[in-house]
């Protein structure tokens, strides 16, 4: 079985100001990571994604990721928000060889003047 | 490309009514998820499909009912509505196991 622990439930910060989102995992196997993104009344969007190969991820606007696989982590992280980023965060794991997702409650990221 | 479509976007039911909440997508993905979102919880998958004809249970299925009868549908029924039942719903679909899922707007139920 795979489990997803998301931290933080809430995070507000203020516009420029760094911002880490923290999702830690859980799984006996091989998993492949996602970052998902929901903004209000809209279903989920892909913000970025680890399969393999290189443990930092990029995003198109500016979040990373990195895998840490002794710490079972894949903390989110973007070195200055904007208020356009203000939205609901979700991790998810999924296991190589079955498919199916978990995921992580979410966290609401607020961004404030 | 439409990507993956929901109907209805909203419904109110009442308890013991059914109801089928449909999902399509346009990509010829073979696999397809429904999910349903409750504050605080997540999203948590109800039923899959790994492509037409084959289905299975996920995390929360009792209550709910699907079928795949082509690779672009994947409607989810539920059977006699509970105010438990009341939820936003998911449908997402992907390209290859484990990769990247693409979700629909969502359904929003109301059973009262």
């Known amino acids: 079985a795979q489990s997803v622990t998301q931290l933080d439930s809430q995070v507000p910060v203020f516009e420029e100001a760094p911002v880490e989102l923290r999702c830690n995992y859980s799984s006996s196997v091989s998993v492949y990571l996602f970052w998902y993104v929901q903004y209000p009344n809209q279903g989920l969007q892909l913000l970025l994604k680890?399969?393999?190969?290189?443990?930092l991820v990029e995003s198109i606007n500016g979040f990373e990721a990195e895998f840490n696989k002794s710490q079972t982590s894949f903390h989110l992280r973007k070195p200055s928000v904007h208020i356009s980023d203000t939205a609901e965060y979700f991790c998810?794991?999924?296991?190589?060889?079955?498919?199916?997702?978990?995921f992580g409650d979410g966290t609401t990221l607020t961004v404030k003047p | 490309n439409a990507g993956v479509t929901q109907t209805p976007k909203f419904q109110v039911l009442k308890t013991g009514q059914s109801m089928t909440l449909q999902c399509a997508q346009d990509?010829?993905?073979?696999?397809m998820s429904w999910y349903r979102q409750d504050p605080g919880m997540g999203l948590r998958l109800i039923h899959y499909?790994?492509?037409?004809?084959?289905?299975d249970q996920g995390e929360v299925p009792n209550g709910y009912n699907v079928s795949r009868s082509t690779t672009e549908d994947f409607p989810l029924r539920l059977l006699s509505a509970a105010p438990s039942q009341t939820s936003v719903y998911f449908c997402?679909?992907?390209?290859?196991?484990?990769?990247?899922?693409?979700f629909g707007p969502g359904t929003r139920l109301t059973v009262l």
């Open positions: 499909s790994v492509g037409a004809g084959i289905t």
């Open positions: 680890y399969l393999s190969g290189s443990t």
């Open positions: 990509m010829n993905h073979e696999y």
């Open positions: 998810a794991v999924t296991h190589t060889n079955a498919g199916k997702s978990t």
């Open positions: 997402a679909s992907s390209y290859s196991w484990g990769d990247e899922q693409f």
